[in-house]
């Protein structure tokens, strides 16, 4: 047996916190390293002690495993939990810190090698009995391959991934993805697959200790996914529930024989692709905790970092393999637009608030809705690093009910400061397809976010009303704090107020009457009561209450029907500020990796002009319409801040 006191964290966010909460339930000292960006940040105040990683990119800091190893040393840590991400499957790095004297809280190097390579693992898993895809070169692919999946060697996390319907795509995603894989993982490899257009993720949550005991700790399902990256997760699978008989056993088997296979110790998962005739196949094994980890320790009841804890010590797993009890659903809250391509966004988080949480970092109770934030109020979410911004899990007993209570606490949260996914996550878990089980990892190319977000939520004019009153009593007078603002003893005209909901203006005008306020062509709404920070609407009858927060040009308005991001527009702005016509601005801060048209080249609408690298994704910048490119201040390696000009395309010169 090896017994650890103190426990450094080589990772960063919810996933620190999450590794520390256990920690700390078992009386372990923590550790945590941290970037420049990341000073202050929720994981360093939670831990300890905690050592800089100076510099900012994931490259400077968090993978480089001397640094780490280093403070560990330094802060009298006698054992490093990777987390997941960054180094937590790097067979070397994992060696090092063995070598260095300290405890491994991971699988041992050699099944980290193993497993590393998507190529290798394939060999293994056929070897082993484990169905697989065939592996196919990229150069030897023909029609009747198609569609194709190019998919990285090395790494997760949807990274150096790309779908090809058309082989004369090919040669692109592949170069594509070979930059992105370099850049994320150091390992350009790829290699394709076959595609199934609308099958399910299904994997398997592995424990094994070094005695030789492998536990399947049950399966989950996570097919609702963008860009291959999962959105919401779920445990038990509902494709292996409908279907029945002995898949689940077939599944559970396959996992338990791919650990066993790699003398695998520590937690890991082992993916695969199934169809809807129960037919599965293995895609790869995680050698790491998952992101989704806490669905399965809902259903089981377990601690997984706890065992992984026991495991690294030298503890054997005693007692029966867990067993699935329940329904738990997580879905993973990203500061990104899905309306804009799901880009990543930027900025500093003002407010973050989910009112239904029970619990924090530890499995809720029944029914219960748990929270694994690597945020808090005041948190900046850079370029660097991943978007999540946090994962929000449901538990209960059937299915539905889990839907609906996620969805609803998502509802009630209040994240303002950066445009997140919350309202998509919402209308997703009430999608008939998902409450009936038969989403796919199609379910976003069949139902895309601008038919999603169509449904009905909280209306921008009414949200524009709600800020427009809000707004009057925060500029209430301080000589005459008992009259409102704009009042008059004698009848007056109606004021206004104008604000954007996305590319649309919404003027609000409205006066001061005896008997209250009247908005202008709004008959049927009235305000029974507000201040500066809420409002009691009532709409045709029915009264509804809102929240508003406020900050730098914004106003955000929160109510039962959802949220609403609104910018607040200036009675004048300075012409100088304009763009020419035709302008492109960088969505986001990033790096230039690519450029494929020149100035005065003809580009048509959605021709790809460059490419940005930002939170370890590449990012198309297309031409917003047909013309001439008469500008492109920028080059290949140049860092540019948001809303930085890319280039001009003029319409007028086609």
Not at 422 to 427: I, S, Y
Not at 445 to 474: F, M, R, T
Not at 580 to 597: E, F
Not at 604 to 620: D, I, N, R, S, Y
Request: proline share 6%; net charge negative; charged share 20%.
């Amino acid at each position: 047996m090896i017994a650890f006191t103190s426990v450094l964290v080589a990772n960063r966010g919810e996933i620190a916190r999450r590794v520390f909460a256990t920690c700390r339930r078992r009386g372990l000292a923590t550790v945590a390293v941290f970037s420049d960006p990341d000073a202050g940040a929720p994981h360093v105040l939670d831990a300890d002690s905690a050592v800089r990683l100076p510099g900012s990119s994931a490259a400077d800091t968090y993978l480089r495993g001397d640094l780490i190893i280093g403070a560990a040393l330094r802060a009298g840590a006698d054992a490093i939990h990777p987390g997941y991400g960054f180094l937590s499957e790097n067979a070397d790095f994992a060696q090092a810190v063995i070598d260095a004297g300290l405890a491994w809280i991971g699988p041992p190097p050699s099944a980290i090698q193993s497993m590393g390579s998507k190529i290798e693992s394939k060999c293994l898993m056929a070897a082993a009995g484990v169905p697989v895809l065939e592996r196919l070169d990229p150069t030897m692919v023909t029609e009747d391959d198609l569609p194709l999946l190019v998919k990285a060697s090395a790494g997760g996390g949807g990274r150096g991934m790309r779908v090809v319907h058309d082989l004369a795509a090919l040669p692109e995603a592949v170069a594509s993805a070979e930059r992105e894989a370099a850049a994320a993982f150091g390992d350009p490899a790829v290699f394709c697959e076959r595609y199934l257009e609308d099958g399910h993720h299904v994997e398997v949550q592995v424990m094994a200790d070094a005695h030789g005991t492998v536990w399947a700790l049950g399966e989950r399902e996570c097919s609702l996914q963008r860009r291959h990256q999962k959105v919401i997760e779920e445990a038990p699978s509902p494709l292996v529930d409908h279907l029945g008989g002995d898949l689940r056993s077939r599944l559970l088997a396959a996992g338990r024989d791919a650990a066993a296979a790699v003398g695998y110790q520590g937690a890991g998962t082992v993916e695969f692709l199934a169809d809807d005739k129960g037919g599965f196949w293995f895609l790869e094994m995680n050698t790491r905790l998952q992101v989704e980890h806490p669905v399965t320790e809902a259903v089981t009841g377990t601690d997984l970092v706890g065992l992984q804890l026991d495991v690294a010590s030298g503890a054997p797993l005693t007692g029966p393999e867990p067993t699935m009890t329940g329904h738990a659903i997580e879905a993973r809250l990203y500061a990104e637009s899905p309306l804009d391509d799901w880009r990543p966004r930027t900025g500093k988080v003002i407010t973050f608030d989910i009112p239904a949480a029970t619990s924090r970092f530890a499995g809720p109770p029944l029914p219960g809705v748990r929270v694994d934030a690597g945020i808090a109020d005041g948190t900046e979410v850079g370029v660097h690093y991943d978007a999540m911004l946090a994962k929000v899990i449901a538990y209960g007993k059937s299915r539905e009910a889990v839907a609906r209570q996620l969805a609803g606490a998502l509802r009630r949260s209040r994240v303002h400061g950066v445009p997140t996914n919350r309202d998509l996550l919402v209308v997703s878990l009430l999608h008939p397809d998902f409450l009936a089980g038969t989403a796919g990892t199609g379910f976003y190319a069949a139902h895309p976010p601008a038919a999603l977000l169509a449904a009905p939520g909280l209306d921008p004019d009414v949200a524009a009303i709600v800020a427009a009153l809000a707004d009057v009593a925060h500029e209430r007078s301080s000589l005459l704090p008992g009259l409102r603002s704009g009042f008059r003893s004698i009848p007056a005209g109606y004021q206004s107020r104008a604000y954007a909901a996305g590319e649309r203006s919404i003027e609000v005008r409205y006066r001061f009457e005896r008997d209250g306020v009247a908005i202008e062509g709004h008959d049927g709404i009235s305000a029974v009561s507000f201040d500066a920070t809420s409002v009691l609407l009532s709409s045709d009858g029915v009264q509804r209450s809102f929240s508003v927060t406020r900050f730098d040009d914004r106003v955000v308005v929160d109510g039962p029907l959802g949220s609403v991001e609104l910018t607040v527009i200036p009675r004048f702005v300075d012409p100088a500020a304009a763009l020419p016509a035709g302008a492109l601005i960088a969505p986001m801060p990033g790096t230039v990796v690519r450029i494929a048209a020149s100035v005065g080249t003809t580009v048509t609408t959605g021709q790809p002009l460059l490419w940005l690298e930002a939170m370890k994704m590449e990012h198309v910048v297309r031409a917003p319409a047909s013309g001439v490119l008469t500008s492109l201040p920028v080059e290949v390696g140049r860092q540019v801040a948001q809303g930085t000009p890319l280039a001009v395309v003029d319409g007028n010169e086609a």
